[in-house]
């Protein structure tokens, strides 16, 4: 079993950044495929970002690469997202996901582990 706790949303102005965090417990750390997916109201849950085990290898979706990065820290157990040029578009709930699997993956179903989410809101 996987705990993961994700921090960090909030409300920012369009051309803003932020930085999500995400906190893990229970099995080790470095076993799992990170990622981060997000959900607007109405839509679909929609893969975001991933990162390998090691961190040596990162996804990301087209919507997003270039403005978001995705990193990790498997001594301190967190993932992170840092999110710059922000859009109104990028409004959502974002979660964190761990996946056992040894691939990275941007399919929701093969993710085991999900965080309850954060908010982002960025306004026009």
């Known amino acids: 079993q996987v705990q993961l706790v994700e921090t960090g949303g909030g409300l920012v102005q369009a051309g803003g950044s932020l930085r999500l965090s995400c906190a893990a417990s229970g099995r080790t750390f470095s076993n799992y495929a990170m990622a981060w997916f997000r959900q607007a109201p109405g839509k679909d849950r929609e893969f975001v970002a991933g990162?390998?085990?090691?961190?040596?290898?990162?996804d990301y979706a087209d919507s997003v690469r270039g403005r978001f990065t995705i990193s990790r820290d498997n001594a301190k157990n967190t993932v992170s997202l840092v999110m710059n040029n922000l859009k109104p578009e990028d409004t959502a709930v974002y979660y964190c996901a761990a996946d056992r699997s040894s691939g990275l993956t941007r399919l929701t179903s093969s993710y085991d582990y999900w965080g309850q989410g954060t908010q982002v809101t960025v306004s026009s």
């Open positions: 990162i390998t085990r090691r961190g040596v290898s990162a």
